[in-house]
Nanobody
């Protein structure tokens, strides 16, 4: 059974930084792509960053240059380093993995950015 657990969210002032973690069990992260989603207060959920099975990250324009996606294969953890955060980054952050055609989600971690 694949399980994902996010952590690291919290309250931060605009311009500050946070590092989110997504701990994974039940699969090897070097064999799958993983995606971070952000759900805004109006319940819109969008993919913002993706890391391929080979470890190559991609980002949507709104976070590119500010967020960095990385992974630690030994710790089976994916990280989202958030720098220069803005109030529009406020939301619940979820990590997602698709394994053998099935999507798995964590419970999410809340990020609140104040101006």
């Amino acid at each position: 059974q694949v399980q994902l657990v996010e952590s690291g969210g919290g309250w931060v002032q605009a311009g500050g930084s946070l590092r989110l973690s997504c701990g994974v069990s039940g699969t090897d992260i070097n064999m799958i792509a993983m995606v971070w989603f952000r759900q805004t207060p109006d319940y819109q959920r969008e993919a913002i960053a993706r890391i391929s099975s080979l470890g190559a990250p991609t980002y949507v324009p709104s976070v590119k240059g500010r967020f960095t996606l990385s992974r630690d294969i030994a710790k089976i953890t994916v990280y989202l380093q958030m720098n220069d955060v803005k109030p529009v980054d406020t939301g619940i952050y979820f990590c997602n993995a698709r394994v053998v055609g099935q999507d798995y989600w964590g419970q999410g971690t809340q990020v609140t950015v104040s101006s």
